[in-house]
Nanobody, 115 residues
Framework: QVQLVESGGGLVQPGGSLRLSCAAS????????MGWYRQAPGKQRELVAVAPSGGPTRYADSVKGRFTISRDNAKQAVYLQMNSLKPEDTAVYYC?????????WGKGTLVTVSS
């Protein structure tokens, strides 16, 4: 069993920065993918960034150059550094892990970008 808990969301002004964290409980090993998705009101959930174990990261075009995903495998954690935030980044951000044929999701953390 794997459980994911996100943290770090909040209110920030345009141009500001936030760092999201996701901690996974339960053992994760072998090939896996850790990533971040987001869902804004009235919109579909979309991929933000993914980081396969030992593989290249991938970003949505809308965040490329502004966001950085990173992993700490020893801590079973994944992070999302968000810089130069825009109002359109406002959404609930979800941590996601694909491992051993299972798809796990956190409950989400709200990011609001507004002046």
């Amino acid at each position: 069993q794997v459980q994911l808990v996100e943290s770090g969301g909040g209110l920030v002004q345009p141009g500001g920065s936030l760092r999201l964290s996701c901690a996974a409980s339960g053992r994760i090993f072998g090939f896996n993918v850790m990533g971040w998705y987001r869902q804004a009101p009235g919109k579909q959930r979309e991929l933000v960034a993914v980081a396969p174990s030992g593989g290249p990261t991938r970003y949505a075009d809308s965040v490329k150059g502004r966001f950085t995903i990173s992993r700490d495998n020893a801590k079973q954690a994944v992070y999302l550094q968000m810089n130069s935030l825009k109002p359109e980044d406002t959404a609930v951000y979800y941590c996601n892990v694909i491992f051993s044929g299972m798809d796990y999701w956190g409950k989400g953390t709200l990011v609001t970008v507004s002046s």
